[in-house]
């Protein structure tokens, strides 16, 4: 009996570290939207057996990061514009929650943290948006949300987040936006300092918005840029 469990526990274990690579590599863009998954190039490449991996796709399919296709097998979930407009109404939603409990509930050593990965976050200017860059952005909003101490606010808003910029191709993605973004992150730090609630959800609100234009403008840079490669190699529409 012991030993059953043993063997469960280990495939388990198999399927969960399996699931994270995947995600991981998604997430890292070394495989994008519309891209087939074999599962023996990606037993090759993690260097597991085809089960744990299938039943980790199954998982990941479940969670909305990639499509079975009878006969045809999995694939990686291209970004779609209308389920991202969705995505974002939730998210200012939770926000503004998170930030009205994190004001309500706010210490004197609360700040400290959100203050380090505000600043983290406006010393790295890359010449194009990359992963990092989006990692410390998200960083901010979960923190705000760890400030809130109400542990499903921030669970609900950290997946919220992961399935929003997990698969559009950020190498589209306009960097103009990046200095404006690190002044609304100030803005939002120092209403949340001075306990301002209604100045907090007010910019909160515009900070989501102004990133949901912009996500939303890369995902249609994408869907042209995927055209034109369509064309460019002959491809008939």
Same mark, same amino acid.
Request: glycine share 4%.
């Given at each position: +009996? ?5 063997? @469960? ?14 995600? %991981? ?5 070394? +495989? ?9 190039? $990606? ?16 998982? $990941? ?5 990639? %499509? ?20 974002? /109404? ?6 503004? +929650? ?22 983290? #976050? ?22 705000? *949300?760890? +400030? ?16 929003? @910029?997990?698969?559009?191709? @950020? ?12 002044? /609304? #992150?100030?803005?939002?730090?120092? *209403?949340?300092?001075?306990? !301002? ?9 515009? #900070?989501?918005?102004?990133?949901? !234009? #912009?996500?939303? !403008? ?6 042209? *840029?995927?055209?034109? $490669?369509?064309?460019?190699?002959? %491809?008939? $529409?």
């Amino acid at each position: +009996m012991a030993k059953k469990e043993k063997n @469960y526990k280990s495939s388990f274990t198999m399927i969960e570290e399996a699931y994270k690579k995947i995600k %991981t590599m998604i997430f890292r863009q070394n +495989m994008v939207g519309g891209q087939r998954l074999v599962g023996k190039d $990606l037993s090759e490449k993690l260097h597991m057996s085809r089960t744990p991996i299938i039943n980790a796709l199954f998982l $990941l399919e479940r969670e909305g990061y990639v %499509t079975f296709q009878p006969y045809r097998g999995f694939f990686v979930k291209s970004a779609d514009i209308e389920e991202t407009r969705e995505l974002f /109404e939730v998210r200012e939603a939770l926000e503004v +929650m998170a930030v009205q409990l994190a004001i309500e509930r706010m210490e004197d050593e609360s700040l400290g943290p959100l203050e380090e990965i505000a600043k983290r #976050h406006a010393e790295y200017m890359p010449g194009v948006y990359d992963r990092q860059k989006i990692a410390l952005g998200v960083e901010f909003h979960l923190q705000i *949300a760890r +400030m809130s101490k109400n542990k499903k606010i921030l669970q609900l808003l950290k997946t919220n987040l992961e399935y929003e @910029y997990t698969r559009y191709t @950020y190498k589209y993605a306009d960097i103009t936006r990046m200095e404006p973004a690190v002044e /609304e #992150h100030y803005e939002i730090l120092e *209403a949340i300092r001075n306990k !301002n609630l209604t100045k907090s959800i007010k910019l909160i609100r515009r #900070h989501v918005q102004q990133n949901k !234009n #912009h996500v939303i !403008n890369t995902l249609k840079e994408q869907e042209e *840029a995927e055209v034109e $490669l369509w064309f460019d190699n002959g %491809t008939v $529409l």
